[in-house]
T-cell receptor, first 113, second 115 residues
């Protein structure tokens, strides 16, 4: 079975600062990795995904993530955040032979002016 | 496309009452998922349907919970009787299938409060 750990439950940053949201996963087999964003009172929206190939993945809204197999990590980054990036971010993993998504507990990103 | 549609968006009920949550998946999608989100446990998969058939209900917490998918465009999640610990946000998601990878599209959720 797979598991996901998001190391920070809350990350406050100032507008235009860089941000990194950390995610580590555990699985005994090959996996797909995802980041979802949840804005207040909305459902989850896919930000980006890693399926195979290049370990640096670019997503929507200027976010990117890097898959590091040796460290079993998939950290999310953005070089300059905006107020509108304030939301909860979820890392998720699925085994490539399994439809199930296992989510981390989420990281609340708060961007302050 | 309208996306995944869930109703109601908010539900407040009293302990012991029956609650029915509804979901309309994206047209053409043949996989449907019900999730529950709580502060304590995060986002958990309750049940998964493929082509209207329940494939995995191992996440359903107990017999008070039941889910149905009578056709490709409609699913329900029922809780009877409801308890305060069932208070959560319930999400429905749909995808094109469960092949190599098929993105799950989430609805806006139903916020359930059981008093």
């Amino acid at each position: 079975a797979q598991s996901v750990t998001q190391l920070d439950s809350q990350v406050p940053v100032f507008e235009e600062a860089p941000v990194e949201l950390r995610c580590n996963y555990s699985s005994s087999v090959s996996v797909y990795l995802f980041w979802y964003v949840q804005y207040p009172n909305q459902g989850l929206q896919l930000l980006l995904k890693y399926l195979s190939g290049s370990t640096l993945v670019k997503g929507i809204n200027g976010f990117e993530a890097e898959f590091n197999k040796s460290q079993t990590s998939f950290h999310l980054r953005k070089p300059s955040v905006h107020i509108s990036d304030t939301a909860e971010y979820f890392c998720a993993v699925s085994e490539i032979s399994n439809y199930k998504l296992t989510f981390g507990k989420g990281t609340l990103l708060t961007v302050n002016p | 496309d309208a996306g995944v549609i869930q109703s109601p968006r908010h539900e407040v009920t009293e302990m012991g009452q029956e609650v029915t949550l509804r979901c309309k998946p994206i047209s053409g999608h043949n996989s449907l998922f019900w999730y529950r989100q709580t502060m304590m446990r995060g986002l958990e998969l309750l049940i998964y349907f493929n082509n209207n058939v329940p494939i995995d209900d191992s996440g359903m917490p107990e017999d008070r919970f039941s889910a149905k998918m009578p056709n490709a465009s409609f699913s329900t999640l029922k809780i009877q009787p409801s308890e305060p610990r069932d208070s959560a946000v319930y999400f429905c998601a749909s995808s094109l299938g469960t092949g190599r990878y098929n993105e799950q599209f989430f609805g806006p959720g139903t916020r359930l409060t059981v008093l």
